[in-house]
């Protein structure tokens, strides 16, 4: 029973009966995230993490992240397609981990043009997109610093104001 209610809470029921796994407030840290991260591993499981510029979701259960210029990515996806992504907004100091099932578009492939759009759209088309790397999602889990399980008493305006002081930063308006 805690278990159904704990799947309820992190995937809400959508119109379809279906679970929604990309919720409005992941889609809002997507949107506030200046990079993601993406974890990958080659045919000898040695890992690989690569910052990625251009990310967003695609629908409620894929993520689309563009191919500029990480040809070590690209080749782990092709031996081991099991990923991993994160992103977080950097002054809240919270955001997800993706884990999926990742795939290579190429311009070849017919649906290469539509997912190209929504990159472009989103970003620019400044910098070539070599392909695209679909991300079905099969598991999310949330990202929170450290302070918030060591200091119960911290809220995300003290990590806003404590972040902003070490970024040296001002909020604009």
């Not at 995937?11 to 506030?32: A, G, P, S, W």
């Not at 967003?56 to 191919?67: I, M, R």
């Not at 690209?74 to 795939?103: L, T, W």
């Amino acid at each position: 029973m805690v278990v159904c209610k704990q799947l309820r809470a992190r995937f809400r029921l959508n119109k379809n009966k279906k679970y929604t796994m990309i919720t409005e407030e992941i889609k809002d840290y997507i949107r506030r995230s200046v990079l993601c991260w993406l974890a990958t591993s080659n045919e000898n499981n040695e890992p690989n993490v690569s910052p990625k510029e251009m990310f967003t979701y695609y629908g409620d259960t894929t993520l689309l992240v563009a191919h500029i210029a990480s040809p070590n990515t690209v080749e782990n996806i092709k031996v081991n397609p099991n990923v991993c992504i994160s992103f977080i907004d950097v002054f809240v100091q919270k955001g997800y981990k993706i884990k999926g099932i990742a795939r290579i578009i190429e311009k070849t492939d017919s649906t290469y043009q539509e997912k190209l759009k929504v990159l472009t759209d989103l970003f620019s088309d400044r910098f070539p997109i070599r392909s695209i790397i679909e991300i079905e999602i099969k598991k999310i889990d949330t990202i929170a610093a450290p302070s918030y399980y060591l200091h119960p008493e911290t809220t995300e305006e003290s990590q806003v104001e404590s972040a902003m002081k070490t970024y040296q930063v001002k909020a604009i308006g």
